[in-house]
């Protein structure tokens, strides 16, 4: 048996601003910053998690992560690991605690990192990577990873292992596709608001050339300069190159329909958080109103309970998970199971610092063990900050190719925490 | 000119859990506690604002507090005060902070905090008590208060300023009314799940000779003790007082529909909370399937968003706005104006520390300025922990009566906040 040894938590920032990297309608000037936790045990092992902010408020953020992570000071690990649903419910139903989200904002994302942390602390023990390792859990076992509170008029525990146990005899031969082909990817590197025309269509042609079949670009400011920068971006990859749209939450109902309907005619490949991530039926009326146009949204959406409206609803066709913004894996997995219900695709939101890394291990679980494929989906992929982590992503050729290193992708260098932790 | 000289923040707790005060069938042992913050000025006077929450986490939503706060450091608070609504964008707009949200949990409180305790000041300053200060403000100013994105597909700016205009000629007439009766209180006192019956029985018989018109008990841990608890309840107040029941998010939405279908028997003045309170088509679901029984829900309703999506699907009949869940008096503002274009009645949700002494202001400027009606209205009431605030709540024979000292009703006794600082 071991134990949690040390807690420590790092306030890392990196003063992306000053390039522009990550401009958009609503977030002029992040500078990406992490909520870095380490669970050191007496065994010499560690797990890691973070949340992803975007500058002014880490502080906020860690001293939740703190607060969370300090019941676990002298826990034995071993039982923690072994029953993971039953440590996700210890943390998300702590009674006092729920009080401040409940389940959402700061306090839930705190949580978030501290599962996640002890997911990477069980993958490196197992010496597998994350979504080698879920792939590989029973449906059974993978069923009591979810909390289906709030979920059972849409999902029930048998009818997430229906589909569990559908995809079990396609396991191994999706496994070695996923090993050979990788998962797709697209990406959003040529579409920030803060770069000036040449580079946005030297980008998107650099991006063609180096495989991706879908670019991104953020719209939302100003409706002629969006459809100016669209016609560019369209002329630079040609037609058969899709091309989505983000306004980052910038519209209100009308207004989303009016100017999603004017962008349409450089045919989108989705519209991406039209409005407050909150308006379950501002998502559905647009959805309605901008067909075909897919919409697609999740990064910001607070918890299971949001994603399963988007779905009921039908305000989402394109469900955008996001690694840290939700309480960790084990909601995620649900986010997936609710999806896969609904047979809607799931395109997760990445970027940021080290959020590739971290949800590419759940797009590859689900190709190997829930959805079981992989047909319209697309993972996010922007070329920021991975230099920083231990296991990087690698991005090839348009696609995700799965780490083959024990984990769940959330450990950062050293280094680079030391050299990026934020003064105050 | 003045300027924000000193900024202080303050970990109140008090140990209600060794009672059971406030326990239900989520929160089985809250300690009630304050996030709590004191501006204070050159011209040597402050304003006060606090979140409250149930104990573990209230550090926190201190760091929160503070974080935003700090932004206002040396800065000149008149113009502050002049321009409200401003103050408030600058807070929930602030593109980094927005992140850890947006707008929700633990960084939404502290804004609210933080925008309470200049409109205190604000107040005190006018010499008015918070609820005249607003009912005296001409229906362009109040419509300047509400920041009205992502609302416009439910209310427009034009639309609240036509609700306020119709109520201005009747406030002299309802201010002189409010002075006269009171705002109609309920009572939640007898009905903690944690009380014996002889406690419950006697509370109850207890609240109706104080003149409470309304009681509400706990529910949603055990039906066979639910029926039973109602039972005794109903008998012991007799025919012509209402109760009320709260589930606290205990349900999923099927469990909602069946439980409150058992418990309608014992005529209820609503049901409150039968499910996750994101969960707006569930609450659509449930209010459908539970009618004639009026569905209540609000006091963890994250923003104003969720308040739209609750009126526009039918899932709330009650709407049970919080003075510190939301980001402040600006945002409540607009939860009563959107309550006021859908006819929805508002009883707020209070107890807890200080609710009481800060929402009352709302309804009562509500009452004389808005809705105009007290209609079917009542305002909840808990006897705990007045005797700590400068200017406690005067409710007698089950009214809320008028506070006439200037201020929001936010500031705590010196003595109090001293006694009960949290050792950590």
Do not use: C, Y
């Given at each position: 048996m071991s134990s949690i040894e040390t807690i420590d938590t790092f306030d890392v920032r990196f003063p992306t601003s000053a390039m522009l990297d990550g401009s958009d309608a609503m977030n002029p000037d992040p500078d990406y910053s992490a909520a870095y936790l380490r669970l050191g045990t007496d065994a010499g092992d560690a797990g890691h998690?973070?949340?992803?902010?975007?500058?002014?408020?880490?502080?906020?953020?860690?001293?939740a992560v703190r607060a969370v992570a300090d019941l676990l000071q002298g826990e034995e690990v071993e039982p923690l690991l072994a029953d993971m649903g039953g440590t996700w419910r210890r943390f998300v139903h702590d009674s006092q605690l729920r009080w401040l989200g409940p389940e959402k904002g700061v306090m839930h994302m705190a949580v978030g990192a501290v599962v996640n942390a002890l997911w990477d602390l069980k993958a490196k023990r197992a010496g597998k990577p994350l979504w080698l390792l879920l792939s590989e859990m029973s449906p059974r076992e993978l069923v009591d990873l979810v909390d289906f509170r709030y979920l059972t008029d849409a999902l029930t525990p048998d009818q997430a292992l229906e589909i569990l146990e559908t995809a079990v005899p396609g396991r191994e031969e999706r496994r070695r596709r996923l090993e050979e082909e990788g998962y797709p990817a697209y990406t959003t590197t040529p579409g920030w608001l803060g770069y000036d025309d040449e580079k946005l269509v030297r980008l998107a042609r650099e991006a063609v050339e180096e495989g991706f079949e879908q670019i991104k670009l953020k719209v939302g400011s100003d409706l002629d300069e969006d459809v100016r920068r669209l016609r560019l971006a369209r002329e630079a990859v040609g037609p058969d190159i899709r091309i989505a749209v983000d306004a980052n939450q910038r519209w209100d109902v009308d207004e989303a329909i009016a100017w999603t309907n004017?962008?349409?005619?450089?045919?989108?490949?989705?519209?991406?958080?039209?409005?407050?991530?909150?308006?379950?039926?501002?998502?559905?009326?647009?959805?309605?109103?901008?067909?075909?146009?897919?919409?697609?949204?999740?990064?910001?959406?607070?918890?299971?309970?949001?994603?399963?409206?988007?779905?009921q609803s039908g305000g989402a066709q394109v469900l955008q998970i996001d690694a840290t913004r939700v309480a960790g894996v084990n909601e995620n997995i649900a986010n997936l199971l609710l999806a896969a219900r609904f047979g809607v695709r799931v395109c997760p939101h990445a970027g940021g610092v080290g959020l590739c890394e971290a949800v590419q291990h759940l797009s590859m679980f689900d190709f190997v063990a829930v959805s079981g494929t992989v047909e319209d989906r697309y993972l996010e992929y922007v070329d920021h900050l991975h230099e920083h982590f231990v296991v990087p992503t690698d991005v090839r050729n348009g696609r995700y190719w799965p780490p083959a290193a024990p984990g769940a992708g959330t450990e950062m260098l050293a280094a680079s925490v030391e050299q990026h932790l934020f003064a105050g």
């Open positions: 998690g973070f949340v992803f902010t975007i500058g002014r408020g880490n502080d906020v953020q860690l001293a004017e962008l349409a005619q450089f045919d989108l490949a989705w519209i991406e958080e039209p409005t407050s991530p909150d308006d379950i039926l501002g998502h559905a009326r647009i959805a309605a109103a901008v067909a075909p146009v897919p919409v697609a949204t999740g990064e910001h959406m607070a918890n299971r309970v949001i994603a399963k409206q988007l779905l």
